[in-house]
């Protein structure tokens, strides 16, 4: 097969009993994508056919909804009698099956970040009303890093959608308690407890329960404890056994209320090992610091995603200029903690906190390298987010529409505290 549609083929990447996957260019957007190719014959007549072309159609509807850098998108679906394919994001490095054995386990901080971003994709598509209902290893993409997309929302479950729910789908060895009883529905305490599975198994290096056959297993989930991971693997923080063990409570009740829960004991852990003095930073950390930001407040979470893309991260001391007065500079700064203050000459223009931004006018003056106005210092142990203009008017309209306002505000709120002291002192 040289092309589908208007993609050209590179190469197959895999198949199945329903379809083939292949690498291809799409030559309008100048990207590789990955193609989901259904045979015909797997999605007509039988009882099974009917079954996989409502999981394909799902997954098709979901085409240019699903815009979240955790979750892989979804460009473009067609779906005919005779030929039906779904145009994926490609996502090169594999799953975290590679992951899960013993040799390849990540370190535990590693997997407390990718464990935080799967519980940011997931709280996302719980909001448009999609559980994913299969989330497991397998179902989560490798970028780089810790960065994952998690994929194959093709079992997903809408709530606000007329489709026909999908019934017996899902693994066994990540399906909660009440889910293979038959006592409730897949719902966001099921998908909670299946990401709770995929956390240990990154953890411990082997799945909770394990037994010679399906029903084994499922026996085990049903009334059976499990170990925590730290019980197979020296060394690990008692704090992600602990939240390891709450995401797969038996009891749903007993489990996190709501992704949101589930993501903030995950960000505690690293607060733990940030006061420690192990660990520079994480995304998690700087993610939800960005959140109590008053700068980022009408950031969606897309854009705060975007935002610690493109921009640099720095502690400094007390007494650290951090831009000085007739220097040249193309970026701009936003305080994520601690205080400066603002010079001119002798004279101090403002003392700014948390939240504020300065520097603004590299990115305002839409030339390179304006003369700094101004020299800004350190007062305090400072936090610093550093946005080269350069790289913001390269980010999305949503991103620099939203820092346009943040910048407009600034300056009016910063004028009408000049006018004021010029009313005092007249």
């Known amino acids: 097969m040289e092309a589908i549609g208007k993609y050209k083929v ?37 009882e099974e056919g009917a079954f996989y072309k409502n999981m394909f159609l799902n997954e098709a509807s979901l085409a240019g909804k699903l815009h979240h850098p955790h979750i892989v998108q979804i460009y473009d679906a067609v779906v005919e009698e005779d030929f039906s394919y779904i145009v994926m994001e490609f996502v090169e490095g594999g799953t975290l099956e590679k992951f899960c054995e013993p040799g390849t386990l990540l370190d535990p901080a590693e997997v407390a970040e990718i464990i935080f971003k799967c519980v940011r994709a997931l709280a996302f598509a719980s909001k448009l009303g999609l559980t994913h209902r299969d989330i497991k290893p397998g179902n989560i993409l490798h970028v780089d890093g810790t960065d994952i997309k998690i994929a194959d929302f093709g079992a997903a479950i809408n709530k606000v959608s007329d489709r026909t729910v999908i019934t017996n789908v899902g693994s066994p060895a990540y399906m909660a308690p009440e889910l293979v009883t038959g006592a409730a529905q897949a719902s966001a305490p099921t998908d909670i407890y299946a990401l709770g599975v995929v956390m240990y198994y990154l953890l411990a290096g082997r799945l909770p329960f394990t037994g010679a056959n399906t029903m084994s297993v499922i026996y085990q989930i049903v009334n059976t404890d499990p170990e925590p991971p730290g019980a197979h693997r020296q060394g690990l923080l008692p704090d992600l056994d602990e939240i390891t063990l709450k995401a797969m409570a038996k009891d749903p009740a007993r489990r996190y209320a709501t992704w949101e829960e589930f993501g903030q004991a995950l960000a505690e852990v690293w607060k733990k090992l940030h006061a420690a003095g192990e660990r520079e ?50 970026s701009f700064f936003v305080l994520a903690g601690g205080y400066v203050r603002v010079t ?43 946005i080269r ?25 910063r004028l009408e505290a000049a006018n004021e002291q010029l009313a005092v002192m007249s």
């Open 10 to 46: 590179v190469r197959e990447l895999g198949r199945g009993a329903t379809g083939k996957v292949y690498l291809a260019t799409d030559p309008f957007a100048s990207r590789q994508v990955a193609i989901k190719v259904a045979y015909p014959d797997a999605l007509k007549n039988s």
């Open 281 to 330: 930073q994480s995304d998690t950390e700087r993610f939800n610091l960005c959140r109590t930001l008053s700068f980022f407040k009408e950031f969606p979470e897309n854009e705060l995603w975007e935002v610690l893309r493109i921009s640099k991260w720095a502690k400094f001391p007390p007494n650290t200029a951090l831009i000085k007065e007739g220097d040249h500079g193309d």
């Open 344 to 386: 001119r000459g002798k004279r101090t223009l403002n003392v700014l906190s948390a939240g504020d931004c300065f520097g603004e006018m590299s990115y305002l003056a839409h030339k390179d390298a304006p003369h700094r106005s101004a020299t800004v210092t350190t007062t305090s142990d400072c936090i610093i987010v550093k």
């Open 389 to 413: 203009a350069e790289d913001l008017r390269a980010s999305s309209l949503t991103c620099r529409r939203l820092f346009d306002e943040r910048f407009l505000n600034t300056l009016v709120e």
